[in-house]
C-alpha cells in the first residue's frame, strides 16, 4: 500500500505541552501536506512540504520532512484546548495528481 | 487556492433509495476532482477521479454503477450514489486541485442510510 502511515494513533496531552505526530511512507513523492478535521467536519490544509525542503513553520506548526527515511513529522507547539483534532499527512505522489491520506492521529488537548 | 462548495452537508435517506451530492469550483476550472470516502474513525479513501467531459476513474473495490460521477463543466461534479444501503453511511467529501499542488476541500457530506 502506499497509503502514509502515521503514529502515534492517538495522543493525550494537556495545554501548553507540545504535540508531536509522525508520518511514514513508502515511495517516493512530490509533496507531504498535513491536514486537520474537527469531528465529523471537513479537511483544513495546515502546511505543504515539497520532496526538496526539509523544515517549514506556520505559526505554532513546524513540519520536517526526511526523504532518506521516508518520514515526516508534525510538531505543534504550546498546544491549546482547540487544537484537539485528528491531523492528517497526505502525499503526492510524483506522476499522480491524487493525495493518498494516512490513517491519521487523533490528539486531545486537556485544558 | 481555490473554492470549493459541496451540498448537502448531511442527508438521510432511506434504503434503496439514490442520493445525490454537489461539488462546485467557485472560483477555479476545476478540470479534476476528486471524491474520497471517510467511514467512522478512520482515513479517507479516495473513491475516484472526476474529469471534466469524459468518464471518470475508479479506485479498485468502487462500484462505478452505484456511485454514479458526472462532471459536466469545470466547476461541478455530482457524485450520487445509487440504491443506497446502510453500509453505504460514511462521510464523502470532495477536493479540486488547483494549480501547483494545493488541494481544496469541500465541507464534506455525511449520508447516513436508514
Known amino acids: 500500500s502506499q497509503q502514509g502511515e502515521e503514529d502515534p494513533q492517538a495522543l493525550s496531552i494537556q495545554e501548553g505541552e507540545n504535540a508531536t505526530m509522525n508520518c511514514s511512507y513508502k515511495?517516493?513523492?512530490?509533496?507531504l501536506q498535513w491536514y486537520r478535521q474537527n469531528s465529523g467536519r471537513g479537511l483544513v490544509h495546515l502546511i505543504l512540504?515539497?520532496?526538496?525542503?526539509r523544515e517549514k513553520h506556520s505559526g505554532r506548526l513546524r513540519v520536517t520532512l526526511d526523504t532518506s527515511k521516508k518520514s515526516s513529522s508534525l510538531l505543534i507547539t504550546a498546544s491549546r484546548a482547540a487544537d484537539t483534532a485528528s491531523y492528517f499527512c497526505?502525499?503526492?505522489?510524483?506522476?499522480?495528481?491524487?493525495?493518498?491520506f494516512g490513517k491519521g492521529t487523533m490528539l486531545l488537548v486537556s485544558p | 487556492g481555490a473554492v470549493v462548495s459541496q451540498h448537502p452537508s448531511w442527508v438521510i435517506c432511506k434504503s434503496g433509495t439514490s442520493v445525490k451530492i454537489e461539488c462546485r469550483s467557485l472560483d477555479f476550472q476545476a478540470t479534476t476532482m476528486f471524491w474520497y470516502r471517510q467511514f467512522p474513525k478512520q482515513s479517507l479513501m479516495l473513491m475516484a477521479t472526476s474529469n471534466e467531459g469524459s468518464k471518470a476513474t475508479y479506485e479498485q473495490g468502487v462500484e462505478k454503477d452505484k456511485f454514479l460521477i458526472n462532471h459536466a463543466s469545470l466547476t461541478l461534479s455530482t457524485l450520487t450514489v445509487t440504491s443506497a444501503h446502510p453500509e453505504d453511511s460514511s462521510f464523502y467529501i470532495c477536493t479540486v486541485k488547483g494549480q501547483g499542488d494545493g488541494y481544496t476541500f469541500g465541507s464534506g457530506t455525511r449520508l447516513t442510510v436508514v
Open positions: 515511495t517516493s513523492i512530490n509533496n
Open positions: 512540504i515539497r520532496s526538496n525542503e
Open positions: 497526505a502525499v503526492g505522489w510524483r506522476g499522480y495528481s491524487t493525495l493518498t
